[in-house]
């Protein structure tokens, strides 16, 4: 098993920029007043993916170490992606609203409220589904912790089951997603930009690097998702439980004499078997 410190540094390392931009682009999505609803909204879809940025930070070194490097490397590039979006829409943001001095002024409303909706919902589902791919890596991060030192109890069968339905509707969904982006995607690169003014394929332009940049995020989302679903498969919850117990030692009586018997999960060191 590769370490468990190097592994949780590396993911941990791509946490702080993501939370630093989703804070800044809060800032700036809240410093906007009488902003149309479509920007509400986003407000809280940012708040939503930097409370689960801060739930996967609080995961422990040892849950990274049996998650893997193969789910912390996808991790990583999930969280990339949507702290370039982040950076990436916050840019966009300031442009859209560059005539406003924090009240929207009626040109830059109309720009937000109207030309821009497509973008900003586009913005809105990559921060969703940002958000579901995190918190699937920490339901399953919290399922390794709960079994720490236990058996595979019925209880615990329940569970597994009931994670295991979550991180396949999180793959549906993503799934779901690329098939829409696919072709949003194909129609954007067929219209022609001989028809369009300048400011129109400025537009385009801008929806079209969103667009990809978005699909990146939901196709690393699915690849660990699906990595997480093959984590979260009862057997292999198993052998991480029966990882986690350390080295026991063990007396046999009074003088290393007698009997004793019981379960021991983990290794064993330190027995003596015979009289001194």
Not at 52 to 79: D, F, H, M, N, P
Not at 117 to 126: D, F, L, P, T
Not at 191 to 200: H, I, L, M, Q, Y
Not at 230 to 243: D, L, M, P, R
């Amino acid at each position: 098993m590769a370490d468990p410190l190097s592994i949780a540094a590396s993911a941990v390392g791509v946490i702080v920029p993501a939370l630093h931009g989703t804070r800044l682009l809060l800032e700036d999505l809240q410093q906007l007043k009488d902003a149309p609803k479509t920007v509400r909204r986003l407000v809280e879809d940012v708040h939503s993916v930097d409370t689960a940025l801060k739930l996967l930070q609080s995961v422990e070194e040892r849950e990274w170490g049996l998650l893997g490097a193969g789910i912390a490397e996808q991790s990583e590039i999930t969280i990339s992606s949507c702290t370039q979006a982040c950076d990436l829409f916050r840019a966009d943001l300031q442009r859209w609203t560059r005539h406003s001095d924090g009240k929207l002024g009626w040109q830059d409303r109309a720009n937000v409220g109207f030309f821009k909706q497509g973008q900003i919902k586009a913005m809105s589902e990559q921060l969703s589904n940002c958000k579901l791919t995190i918190n699937s890596v920490v339901s399953i991060a919290t399922l390794y912790s709960s079994v720490r030192h236990s058996h595979i109890t019925e209880e615990i069968r329940k569970t597994i089951s009931t994670k295991q339905t979550e991180v396949k509707g999180a793959i549906t969904t993503a799934d779901r997603q690329l098939v829409v982006l696919e072709n949003k995607l194909e129609e954007l690169n067929l219209s022609s930009d001989d028809e369009e003014a300048a400011g129109s394929r400025e537009g385009k332009t801008e929806a079209l690097r969103q667009l990809e940049e978005e699909f990146k995020g939901v196709k690393a989302s699915q690849k660990l998702l699906n990595e997480l679903l093959s984590k979260s498969q009862e057997e292999t919850v198993a052998k991480a439980a029966g990882n986690q117990s350390g080295p026991t030692t063990v007396t046999f009586g009074a003088q290393n004499s007698g009997f004793q018997a019981g379960n021991i999960n983990g290794g064993v060191s330190g027995i003596t078997f015979g009289r001194n």
